[in-house]
Structure formats: C-alpha cells, structure tokens
C-alpha cells in the first residue's frame, strides 16, 4: 500500500500528529536528510529551543540541527499529554517531552513543553515552528 493511499484515509488530525511523529523520529535518529524533510525551507519558520535564542529563517534552523545532531550521541524522547489541532492548512501539537540525550562526556535529562506547527503544502504536512520551553524539574528528595 502506497503512502499516498495511507495518506487519503488519515483525518486532517492524524495526518498533523503523523507529521510530528516524523520530527521526533528524525530527532531520535539523528539524521539530518530525516530533519531536512520534515521542515518547511522557507524564511517564515522559526524554532525556539530551550535556553538558546529565535532562529529564523530556514537555514538557520537546519545549521543548529546540523550543530545539536553533529554533537550528540544519541536522543531518546518520550511524548505524553498531545493536544492535536487542525484550522484549514494549518495544524499544529502542543505535547511534554522528556528528553534523554547522550554526549561524548554524559547525558542530559530535560521535561519541555512543546507546540510544533505545521502547514499543509501540496499534500504534505511541513513544520514551519518548534518551540519548546524548559519545565522546571523537581527537586531531588535528600534521604535524612
């Protein structure tokens, strides 16, 4: 079965939350050609991170993708509370993410929020913004 087929039987809704998969599994994967496909490359999106300042503009989003996945050894991510939303040709995700990330010298743990959106273009669901805000953590309970 063809993904054009896939494609025609999905609701609006499922094709957004499809696409978001798709920018997650790209994360994961560390695969630059996988992110450079899920984006729109024009100079109206924009990406937010935590910590770090706007990118605007398609290829400053893809050099900081090409930067975090050159200096990162592996990502795991696990999605919770997705909130799907589609108006027209627009759709977007709001959703927590917990992040794991191996580096040469450890890893990193950080819970975001995140609201992707993404446009319908020729068929195709394309980001054109990711941002994503720190949540603060908890604090380690000491033992007495």
Known sequence: ???????????????VRTANRRFYAAFESLDLAEMVAVWSH??????????WELLLGWEEVR???????????????????L?????????????TARITTAFAEGFDEATVQATNIFVQRE????????HASALPTAPKETVQ
């Open 42 to 51: 024009d100079d109206r999106v924009e990406c937010i991170q935590p910590g």
């Open 83 to 95: 909130c799907v939303r589609v108006e027209g040709n627009v759709g977007w995700v709001a959703c």
């Open 63 to 81: 050099e900081r993708w090409a930067r975090i996945f050159k200096n990162t050894k592996r990502v795991r991510v696990a999605l919770s509370g």
């Open 123 to 130: 068929g195709q669901w394309l980001m054109v913004a990711h």
């Open 1 to 15: 079965m063809s993904t054009q087929v896939i494609r025609e039987k999905q609701t609006p809704e499922e094709a």
